[in-house]
């Protein structure tokens, strides 16, 4: 995978190279220092994920949070940072009143909960409304990475940054596509004075990688996904 964002790569093309970067990363950083997911946005995965945004089934929350505790605790940046600040992204106040809950905002509870007491020893942190969504972005779906980019770009607002400053964040989110969304909230964070930006996200939907034939209940839950994120 791509030592940056976390891109599975295909094994012929992973070399010895300690720190294999992706094309994107390569050419146009990310604004986090680090990205991590459970799996692929695909099959039994990405249908728990489908379920628990669009059927309110919240208590799937509990097991997909404790699959990202794992994420942290493998990845070592992640597991040494100092009195990390747990953070979900946040979705357009409109957006969370229609669905009735943030499901980022469920996953990072259950995440830190999920953790070993050693690892929440740390004085580690959760910041529900540490970042604000300042506009309705139109939806990701379709889109390139740079137009992803710049749909997103100034999208995100830190409350308070005296809370930021000098600090290690750990951004949660459910699916990472392009990492867009993740690095303009990176960007935010930065601007805020966040010394390291960590995002952990359940899966990953990468066109590489594409999902299993469908099922008609399925690609049902699919065509609302695809018009809000
Ligand atoms: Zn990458």
Partial sequence: ??????????????????????????????????????????????????????????????????????VWQQNEAVARSETPLVVPVPLHPLRERERGFNQSW??????????????RAKTLRLDRRLLARVRMTAPQTGLSLSARRENVRGGFRVRWPERVRGGSI??????????????????????????????????????????????????EVDARAGEQT
């Fill in 106 to 119: 469920l996953l990072a509870r259950e995440l830190v909960r999920s953790l070993p007491a050693s690892a």
């Fill in 1 to 70: 995978m791509c030592a940056q964002c976390g891109l599975p790569m295909a094994a012929g093309l992973t070399e010895s190279s300690s720190a294999l970067l992706c094309g994107a990363c390569r050419t146009d950083k990310f604004h986090f220092d680090l990205a991590r997911v459970y799996g692929l946005y695909r099959g039994v995965l990405r249908r728990l994920i489908l379920q628990l945004k669009f059927r309110r089934r919240e208590r799937l929350a509990q097991r997909l949070g404790s699959l990202l505790a794992g």
């Fill in 170 to 219: 750990v951004l949660v989110d459910d699916v990472m596509t392009t990492g867009a969304t993740l690095s303009a909230c990176a960007v935010a964070l930065r601007a805020a004075g966040a010394a390291q930006v960590f995002a952990l996200a359940v899966a990953r939907a990468t066109p590489q990688f594409p999902d299993f034939p469908l099922s008609t209940a399925d690609t």
